[in-house]
């Protein structure tokens, strides 16, 4: 029982020896160089219909992975409710599991949504097989840390902790809503250390909301007037949705509603 971080059976205490097979190793190294395989073969998640399942990505998030780990700068307009946040928790597991010693930030407008996107890469992390997980050091509502060096800290983008502090990587979830006085703070403040690395990488996903930093981001990506790769999801890309879908989304919301958190259109 020793082998266990703090009375938690999921998780390994730092310093647990491990004998790895032939196949764990094998394995180990096949999702070390490929984060799809990683998701597809490893990563659980909580559905609201069936409790805890096996991430199956759709072939949009698939290709979202891809581009996380080819590309420094990732920007994504993406509808309501496209498993975003859930494609990119499991980008960022792989990268905390599989690189040593990295800052990993989950900065979104509020704290409370930070810590609870952190919730869901902890309860993937505790579903994975003990030989692949690293040992624990800090495991807690905040933050994460691991034996491999890596860190996580989930905070709100406002965050006077985040000032400061050095990341390899940054998710910025659901960026057109933090005011824009923020966002100017923020990338005065935190954007020069990320910008300083040479592997340093950014991914800021968002639903439009108006005109604002987001917007002008996005269309500057789109001119290839910044670093950022832009990627659009449309709603139709998510299987079982159809035009009946699109009709009976409308009825219960709004036309309007529907462009902005759909279509994603920038309305002013």
Request: charged share 20%; net charge positive.
């Amino acid at each position: 029982m020793s082998e266990i971080y703090l009375g938690n059976p999921n998780l390994k205490k730092a310093n647990t020896p491990i004998e790895f097979t032939a196949k764990q190793i094998e394995e180990f190294m096949k999702c070390k160089n490929d984060p799809v395989y990683f998701a597809q073969k490893y990563v659980k998640i909580v559905s609201l219909d069936e409790g805890l399942v096996p991430f199956k990505p759709y072939k949009f998030q698939e290709k979202l992975i891809k581009r996380f780990h080819k590309n420094r700068f990732n920007i994504c307009k993406m509808p309501r409710q496209t498993g975003k946040s859930t494609t990119v928790v499991s980008y960022l597991l792989h990268y905390a599991v599989f690189n040593d010693s990295v800052n990993i930030g989950i900065l979104a407008n509020k704290a409370a949504t930070a810590r609870e996107l952190l919730g869901r890469l902890q309860t993937a992390y505790e579903n994975l097989p003990k030989w692949m997980q690293q040992g624990v050091l800090v495991w807690n509502r905040g933050s994460l840390e691991l034996e491999n060096g890596s860190k996580i800290l989930a905070a709100s983008t406002s965050a006077s902790a985040v000032r400061g502090m050095s990341f390899n990587i940054l998710f910025l979830d659901e960026f057109a809503f933090v005011p824009n006085h923020i966002a100017d703070s923020f990338f005065a403040s935190v954007y020069p250390t990320i910008t300083s690395g040479k592997s340093t990488k950014v991914i800021m996903v968002s639903t439009p909301h108006g005109m604002n930093h987001f917007y002008r981001m996005w269309h500057d990506a789109e001119r290839k007037q910044n670093e950022y790769v832009p990627t659009s999801v449309h709603w139709s890309e998510v299987p079982g949705r159809d035009e009946k879908w699109r009709e009976q989304t409308i009825a219960n919301t709004s036309e309007q509603q529907f462009k902005v958190e759909f279509e994603c259109e920038f309305l002013g």
